[in-house]
């Protein structure tokens, strides 16, 4: 359908190498890829396929940019949703709409040749949240259909189909996504330290003509708690500033406007929220 055309595009772009930092998360996701990669490897030790990989970390820190890398690391098609696409849903609307997408992951790999594919659920705490008294009874369908698919894929099956999901409250999920066999391996996305916020502002200057007055060192130090969502934002607002007064070139005092800027919009953005 659209949704896989549309991923397939994305994932041919995006890798790890376009990711800032993270580099404990990276590796560690990596050597989980090449567990779906290399599967006669760990069939000769006897170890169980990975179906579930759960990335977790605040908003902004590039989960789903991981979730892209994958795919295109492990040459798998990619398949894209929300969670919170499946809230208040028709009772029965959430499975169906569950169901669609492993039949779409397997026809869109199949259709394009590929072995592999990655079903990528963001925000599934909006799906698989606890189970607490008076919930809808949509909601637990859902639920409910995710985990029927997850237990009844094979590692023989082709294409051998990966489910990537993204939440930043994993406290909320309810524990029977996080059973061995589901969603048993965990990723932690954390906040950039400054060496990772450097590299993130790198990768997202490269298409920007600097001045020589910009010390990237210094802006990674000054942004200190910037998620790579909020980097990004600050080499944009820069760019944005710097064209407003016609100049040639990204300068030091662009950037530190672009700082103050985001650093503001998010304090109100909280403000408004509370
Ligand atoms: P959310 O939880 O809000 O969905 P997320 O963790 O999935 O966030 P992404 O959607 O992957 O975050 O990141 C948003 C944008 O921020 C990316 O498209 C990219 O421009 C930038 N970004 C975030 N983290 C990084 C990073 N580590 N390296 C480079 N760019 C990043």
Redesign the pocket.
Known sequence: GAAASRSADHSSKYSFE?????DRAKNELIEALDFLIKPEQIAKFGIRPIKGILLTGP???????MAKAAANYSDAVFIGVSGSEFVEMYVGVGAGRIRSLFKEARQSAQKQKKSNAIIFI?EIDAIGGKREGGQQREYDQTLNQLLTEMDGLYEQESPRILIMA?T?RKEMLDPALLRPGRFDRHIQ?DM?DKKGRKQ?LE??AANKPLAEDVDMDKVAEETFNF???QL?SVLNEAAIYAMREQREWIEARHLSYAIDKVMMGEKTDRETNE
């Open positions: 376009g990711i800032g930092g993270q908003p902004g820190t590039g989960k789903t940019l963001d993204a930043n996305v950039p993130i990768l997202h998620s790579g969502a990004e």
